[in-house]
């Protein structure tokens, strides 16, 4: 994310990478930015496949289908990364957001205000 993000030139504060059940990651980000969603999941693609091998082995033998970016509605993402934050007696800037669930298929738990795969 780092790296697609440095060279588009845009900030993506909360996102989530979610891995599912149709053979696929989906990239939750929140509704809130304005990005141009085709050359972000393109460049997101690139930059996971230059950085993981296995990704990138998966892709190239159809293992895996190329990766879907789903914009949720504004702030649900936040909300959603929230809940697990921790106790409520701890600063908001000492709470660590996971950006890779264990939860298979949860881009379900959104409704998804747009979408486009890489």
């Given at each position: ?98 950006h890779l669930t ?17």
């Amino acid at each position: 994310m780092a790296a697609a993000t440095r060279r588009l030139r845009i900030r993506v504060p909360e996102f989530l990478f979610v891995p599912c059940s149709d053979r696929r990651y989906r990239v939750l980000v929140d509704g809130r930015i304005q990005i141009d969603l085709p050359a972000f999941a393109a460049e997101l693609e690139r930059q996971l496949r230059a950085a993981a091998t296995g990704y990138d082995f998966e892709r190239e033998d159809a293992l895996l289908q190329p990766l879907e970016l789903v914009v949720t509605r504004p702030n649900a993402l936040r909300a959603y990364l929230n809940e697990g934050g921790g106790p409520a007696a701890l600063p908001n800037a000492q709470i660590k957001h996971a950006h890779l669930t264990r939860e298979f298929d949860a881009h379900t738990r959104f409704a998804a205000m747009d979408t486009h795969a890489a």
